[in-house]
């Protein structure tokens, strides 16, 4: 079967009716910034850019949030893939992860900021957050994880089997005291959108773009329709998609599959409605929804150029049998959606922000992993200063040339 980068049936796309619908580029026009990618990514960085008074375009191929972003679960917290210790043990300096977690952190203030300036209307919560194991032979690697980000400033506390308020196994856990949160990464997506327009920012879907031409003093997308977008600065915030534009790599391409329960007459043993992630490699992770559904996520493998439905229906099998085992004192677990899809990510999951080294109208947002929306905010807090000729300090953190 030929691939196709989201299958199933995709929660946030089904449960939310469109917002608004955006029109297809119709002539030429002119811009200071030109966004590939109408997704969570491209719609963070088109708020930030609108919000410095810059003048930009969003290009969407076909639908505004349809593709990575609808098969994102939108459980947000400021630690990476990687544990602290992990990354610690693969050639990043300590003060290297640290930052990076405490960048993670900056990047959900910047969350409860827009929320507070232009309210909720995408199911922002507020959550704690839950890194677990359930094999004694990891006891001693979580506890010294707690240390780690405890004697760093981090909000965490260390639990173990005797104060488990979980009905599922637990020999170690760090729990982060609001370390994280959830939201609808569609509404949260078209909200950014309709906050930008009003800032001026404009938005074309169903609109591929199909060349690029680089010049001295402009660059200009060739779209399907042979009209022409000509700008200063190109921004990729296409994801693993990038073909068309380079011949870097960006990392290392991967299905994800999702489930997502029926709503739950209520979700006993479940502490504070806490965001999960267990220490597996690969690992899974659990959220809640505010209508008490659970969507749980994981079990990624190896991109390939051919779509297996035998492994996405086995890896969805694996996430039901893990979601009622856990929770056992819930017996209406029934499963509604399943889903799955391709994200990219980098060896350290930070993803690439910042000018292509050999093309300075060539930049990039992309390859997060599993963090886009966080680490996509960090990149629309210091993309539009980069424009204005300011460099962050936290820019080296995502260079395009640290794998070269």
């Known amino acids: ?41 491209g719609s963070i960085l088109g708020y930030y850019f609108s919000k410095e008074g810059i003048d930009t375009v969003i290009l969407e191929k076909s639908r505004i949030a349809h593709g990575s972003t609808s098969i994102t679960t939108s459980l947000l917290q400021y630690e990476l893939d990687s544990n602290l210790m992990a990354l610690t043990e693969n050639n990043v300096s300590l003060d290297h992860a640290i930052n990076s977690y405490k960048l993670g952190v900056k990047a959900l203030d910047e969350i409860e900021k827009f929320i507070k300036e232009y309210g909720n209307k995408c199911d922002y919560i507020k959550r704690d957050t839950l890194l677990y194991t359930a ?41 982060g005291i609001e370390g994280g949160a959830e939201l609808d990464p569609f509404k949260y997506t078209h909200h950014l959108l309709e906050v930008a327009c009003n800032n001026g920012l404009r938005v074309y879907e169903n609109t591929p773009v199909i060349d690029v031409k680089y010049n001295k003093d402009y660059v200009e997308a060739i779209t399907s329709y ?18 068309l534009f380079t011949d870097r790599n ?12 029926k709503p739950l007459k209520n979700i006993e043993g479940w502490f504070n409605n806490v965001l999960i992630r267990d220490n597996e490699d690969t690992y899974n992770y659990f959220r809640t929804t505010p209508d008490n559904r659970i969507i749980a996520g994981g079990e990624d493998t190896s991109f390939t150029d051919n779509f297996n439905p035998k492994i996405a229906m086995e890896k969805y099998d694996i996430l039901e049998q893990r979601v009622k085992n856990m929770f056992n004192k819930i017996d209406d677990i029934e499963i509604e959606y ?11 999951n930070l993803g690439f922000i910042g000018k292509d080294p050999k093309n300075d109208k060539l930049w990039y947002g992309l390859g997060y992993g599993a963090n886009r929306i966080l680490f996509a905010i960090l990149g629309g807090m210091m993309l539009p200063k ?15 040339c640290r794998f070269d």
């Open 338 to 348: 399943k889903y799955c899809g391709t994200f990219d990510s980098t060896k350290d």
């Open 250 to 261: 960006f990392g290392v391409k991967t299905y994800t599959y999702n489930i997502v329960t």
């Open 135 to 175: 094999k004694k032979l990891e006891i001693e690697e979580l506890y010294q994880e707690y240390k780690l980000r405890k004697e760093n400033g981090f909000n965490v506390k260390f639990i173990n089997e005797d104060d488990n308020p979980f009905s599922f196994d637990l020999k170690a856990g760090v729990y």
């Open 386 to 400: 980069l424009y204005r000729g300011e460099v962050s300090d936290y820019l080296k953190y995502f260079n395009i």
């Open 226 to 243: 042979n009209h022409k977008v000509r700008g200063k600065i190109l921004v990729l915030a296409t994801g693993f998609n990038t073909k």
């Open 1 to 41: 079967m030929a691939v196709q980068f989201v299958q199933g049936n995709p929660f946030f796309i089904n449960i939310n009716k469109i917002k608004k619908q955006y029109n297809y580029l119709t002539e030429d026009v002119e811009t200071d910034v030109i966004i590939v990618g109408g997704g969570v990514t």
